[in-house]
């Protein structure tokens, strides 16, 4: 399973970092992308990090200001969003990519077979 | 950018009726790489269907996926009332960069 943290209330152009822990799986084995919610709206994907951190992916609305991490050793995803803006305002879920693997290979597929519960982040003054 | 349109915006059925929801693509989707989940308020969302028409582990057989190309379906055969929800069709092809549609409200009638 996943679970996020670091969500609360902040202030226009100021920062705030999410984190999202995995266990019941090998966590440096999976890709990790990060979606979120607005209120009233349907899902919008944010980042994507690659199971070892080295390939990184941004929506267009978020590239420059938020950076997506993670930690292996502790199990654990990241993102930095920073310059926030009133637009950010949503419930921001982690959710874990999926490995096919057959007798020779495995491949990395991004659909989503693991999902948290999300934070919420609101953006306002 | 793919993006994915679905169709209805809502959808009003009863308990033990059939729900067909539609997602299309605005160009075609490489190797049929179409997931579908179920999303209720204050819940994780649950994957369904993952390459058009496989269903994830643990979920009913009265969801099933169907398509390719750019027109993909999902079916509910019987309604049960654990089943109204948001439904969201997302592809997965040819990058991390990945898409949702904009999602399916299925309520009770």
């Known amino acids: 399973q996943v679970v996020e943290s670091g969500g609360g209330v902040v202030q226009p152009g100021r920062s705030l970092r999410l984190s999202c822990g995995g266990s019941g799986f090998t966590f440096s084995f999976y890709g990790m992308h990060w979606v979120r919610q607005a209120p009233g709206k349907g899902l919008e994907w944010v980042a994507f990090?690659?199971?070892?951190?080295?390939?990184?992916y941004y929506a267009d609305s978020v590239n420059g200001r938020f950076t997506i991490t993670r930690d292996n050793s502790l199990n654990t995803l990241f993102l930095h969003m920073s310059s926030l803006r009133a637009e950010d305002t949503a419930v921001y879920f982690c959710?874990?990519?999926?490995?096919?693997?057959?007798?020779?290979?495995?491949?990395?597929?991004?659909?989503?077979?693991?999902w948290g519960q999300g934070t919420l982040v609101t953006v306002s003054s | 950018e793919i993006v994915l349109t679905q169709s209805p915006g809502t959808l009003s059925l009863s308990p033990g009726e059939r729900a067909t929801l539609s997602c299309w693509a605005s160009?075609?989707?490489?190797?049929?790489?179409l997931a579908w989940y179920q999303h209720k308020p204050g819940q994780a969302p649950r994957l369904l269907i993952y390459g058009a028409s496989s269903r994830a582990t643990g979920i009913p057989d009265r969801f099933s996926g169907s398509g390719s190309g750019t027109d993909f379906t999902l079916t509910i055969s019987r309604l049960e009332p654990e089943d109204f929800a948001v439904y969201y069709c997302?592809?997965?092809?040819?990058?991390?960069?990945?898409?949702f549609g904009q999602g399916t409200r299925l309520d009770i009638k």
């Open positions: 959710a874990k990519a999926v490995r096919e693997c057959t007798k020779t290979d495995c491949y990395a597929r991004n659909y989503l077979d693991s």
């Open positions: 997302q592809q997965y092809g040819g990058s991390p960069r990945i898409t």
């Open positions: 990090v690659s199971y070892d951190g080295s390939s990184k």
């Open positions: 160009q075609s989707v490489s190797s049929n790489f």
